[in-house]
């Protein structure tokens, strides 16, 4: 066959990466420019100025990052603003790790839920912070031509950082806001975001586990599903409005703007866009890099913390206590431990290293044309080839080195007493020991809350056994191999001993030493000693890896460059990374295989026909079962269902859990919380197709907090738009009787 021409190889490389209109995490700023036309098309009622605006409140005022600190370089969720009083709606997962630090065998918050009835019971949470984005600014021409091809990997982020240092200081001399210059299109580009973080943020309410969790792993990244996965808290402010630290004289924040909600339901075909704060997708990715992801990088992460996961799960059911304080743990671990084991499945059923293969054919076809593209880019993809062969030779040892060195907990909370060991090595006189000791006391109360001695030795054990059979003996420290030695390969036994011999295993045990800290003592700690060995083996294996990752950097931005070289008309949605985005699409069903059809909805009847009550992940709450035995379903209901779920074909990632499902008049129908399994390998390749937003269903949530919690005082607070009247009358005023 002859090779296409020039048109048609271009029009077959759009074909591999095509962007529909429900396709790209786009960045806020650009949305009148390069999608609000086809957002209105779709049904967007909205102008531009009200999705967003520099000078007047508008959509974006009421997005909020969830963070944990006070200098947020990324999030790990989104919440949204609901009320003029800084009421936040985000997901039950995101609020999850929260709601375990407040629960207790007397308070069980993961079981029972929590509300709050009055502003006086909602609970703060140190460390919680909600963020807001107040502005962004283009930078790429204050930093990219003070760089070159030329610099090493450390000179050119060293250049970055100390340019961006600058610019930061310049944008902020009050030091008001929190202010992060991040890269764009794998360094091609430059923005500087301005944001205000404020970090009193209380719990409000969250329903039991058996709604906010329903389903469980078993369900989790799956269709059709029936969780309530949501949580509600509120924004506190200084009296003055200002971001403060928590104080009881604080004050509810009073937003710039807030979303309304709609309880006219979704159809298929509405109109949906979402906002929120993506964490990363790797859309650009090389064929050689889709190869590491299926051949080293996705088994070996799924097959590590799927060890440690069973450990877990194992003492969790055995032990009520055991569970709640490893719930949050297990729940983050398990989430991640499942979406690379779907990953890896999407990768190879869905053949996307064959589609950027294509793709890379097509622009060494395009190169070939000119000379003067040959002499730029002849040399990017043998180089990403070569990069992508260094980094796999370096990922196992370095990845099982750093889990060996974390995942007992013992070992991780080890690292924490370097800075003591070091002031009574010195025998440091400058009060700097009593410092450390009040510092690592209160490190030590927080480990051991949800600390369990005896799951955390079974891990060790395991552990200790997959490094010495996975990382080469060369590579192993001394003091390690003299322990296989010693116990001659028993690692149950090693495990064992360094637990009874070590002060770290118990909080009684670390606040002896602290009453009376030893140089000798934490010298001959067997956990301190083997932790120091097993991070320092791992830091020189990260290294190697780190340098192979700094050596493909130059080529992957280089091809980068390259492909919007090639397509100058383009316009091309950077990969997530944790700034605001915003994405849009519509309600649809997808067909996931042959034969196999998936509905848009699902509903309160769904959860009944899961129940299981042997099974924790599908328990019905009483409570729940009355309700729908009565169709007591108020204003929330559709005739004598309720509907708990949808799905949109909106492109989301990690971050945006939480975020906002919003319609075409700008009211709140939905909170984003998952994406669904057939496509897991969506960040990378984006399949129209198969890929969905799984949301769960704003009345659903109503519902709940009204009917069921019976907390009226959070749905007043509600700005409730208009129903329509698309219902039939006497089910109008049946809603209106609820």
């Known amino acids: 066959m002859k090779r296409l021409n020039l048109l048609f190889a271009i029009i077959f490389l759009f074909s591999g990466i095509s962007m529909r209109a429900d396709e790209g995490m786009w960045l806020p700023i650009f949305v009148e420019r390069l999608n609000y036309v086809d957002m209105q098309k779709m049904g967007l009622h909205l102008t531009a100025e009200e999705i967003y605006s520099i000078n007047h409140s508008s959509m ?68 919680l912070s909600a963020t807001f984005f107040v502005r962004m600014e283009n930078v790429t021409d204050s930093i990219i031509p003070f760089l070159s091809d030329t610099m090493s990997a450390s000179d050119r982020s060293a250049k970055v950082k100390e340019i961006s240092s600058r610019l930061k200081k310049n944008a902020d001399p009050d030091k008001k806001y929190h202010i992060n210059v991040t890269s764009f299109f794998n360094g091609n580009e430059y923005y500087m975001f301005v944001y205000e973080v404020y970090t009193d943020v209380r719990l409000v309410g969250a329903p039991p586990s058996s709604i906010g969790k329903f389903g469980g792993d078993t369900d989790n990244w799956m269709w059709p599903r029936h969780t309530g996965d949501f949580s509600i808290f509120r924004v506190y402010t200084a009296p003055d409005g200002s971001p403060a630290e928590y104080a009881k004289e604080n004050v509810p924040l009073k937003p710039k703007y807030h979303l309304p909600v709609s309880l006219n339901g979704v159809e298929k075909g509405d109109f949906a866009m979402i906002w929120g704060y993506p964490g990363s997708t790797d859309r650009y990715l090389s064929s050689y890099g889709v190869d590491f992801q299926i051949n080293y990088f996705d088994p070996n992460i799924v097959r590590l913390l799927g060890e440690q996961l069973s450990i877990w799960k ?77 980094i796999s030779k370096s990922f196992l040892p370095f990845i099982t080195s750093a889990l060996a060195a974390s995942s007992p907990e013992i070992l991780g909370f080890a690292q924490s007493f370097g800075v003591i060991s070091g002031l009574l090595e010195s025998k440091d006189e400058t009060g700097a020991i009593d410092e450390s000791v009040a510092e690592l006391r209160e490190a030590a109360r927080e480990h051991f809350k949800d600390y369990n001695a005896p799951t955390d030795q079974k891990v060790f054990a395991r552990m200790m056994e997959i490094y010495a059979n996975d990382v080469p003996a060369d590579l192993q420290p001394k003091g390690f191999k003299d322990l296989v030695a010693k116990y001659k390969g028993d690692f149950k036994a090693m495990a064992a001993d360094v637990f009874a011999r070590s002060f770290l295993s118990t909080e009684a045990k670390v606040n002896a030493f602290l009453d009376k800290p030893s140089y000798k003592v934490i010298s001959k700690d067997p956990a301190i000693n083997l932790g120091n060995e097993l991070m320092g083996s791992m830091m020189t294996l990260s290294g190697e890896y780190r340098k192979a990752n700094q050596d493909l950097a130059k080529y992957e931005r280089l091809f980068m460059a390259g492909l919007r070289e090639m397509m100058p008309d383009k316009a091309f949605y950077p990969d997530a990374n944790s700034t605001m985005r915003l994405t849009y699409g519509s309600v649809q069903d997808y067909k996931g295989a042959d034969a196999v059809y998936y509905d848009y909805k699902t509903h309160l009847s769904g959860v009944m026909d899961k129940e299981d009550p042997t099974n924790e992940e599908f328990i019905v709450p009483a409570k729940l079962k009355e309700l729908y035995a009565k169709k007591d379903f108020g204003r929330y209901g559709c005739g004598d269902d309720l509907v708990v779920g949808f799905l949109t074909t909106n492109d989301i990632t990690g971050g945006n859990s939480g975020s906002p499902v919003i319609n075409g008049n700008g009211e709140l129908i939905g909170l984003a919380f998952d994406g669904n399994w057939e496509a897991m390998s969506g960040n990378i390749a984006y399949e129209p197709n198969l890929q969905r937003t799984i949301c769960v269903d704003i009345r659903y949530v109503l519902f709940v907090i009204d009917k069921y919690a019976g907390a009226q005082n959070l749905i007043d607070e509600l700005t409730i738009a208009p129903i329509k009247f698309t219902v039939q009358r006497d089910e109008f005023e049946a809603k209106l009787v609820k």
């Open 60 to 127: 974006k005022d009421a997005i909020v990052g969830l963070s944990n600190g006070p200098t947020p370089g990324g999030f790990f969720c989104t919440a949204e603003v609901v009320s003029d009083q800084g009421l936040l709606f985000t997901n039950h997962h995101c609020g999850y790790d929260v709601i375990q630090k407040h629960s207790s065998i007397e308070h069980d918050y993961l079981a029972d839920g929590f509300w709050a009835m009055s502003k006086e019971e909602e609970l703060p949470n140190e460390g």
């Open 314 to 390: 194992e003492d969790m059911s055995a032990n009520r206590e055991v569970g709640i304080k490893y719930a949050s743990k297990y729940a983050g671990n398990a989430n991640g431990w499942k979406f690379y084991i779907g990953e890896l499945k999407g990768l190879k059923k869905l053949n996307v290293k064959g589609q950027k293969e294509a793709i890379e054919s097509d622009f060494i076809d395009w190169l070939n044309q000119d000379q003067a593209r040959k002499d730029k880019y002849s040399e990017v993809l043998p180089g990403i080839k070569t990069g992508y062969e260094n």
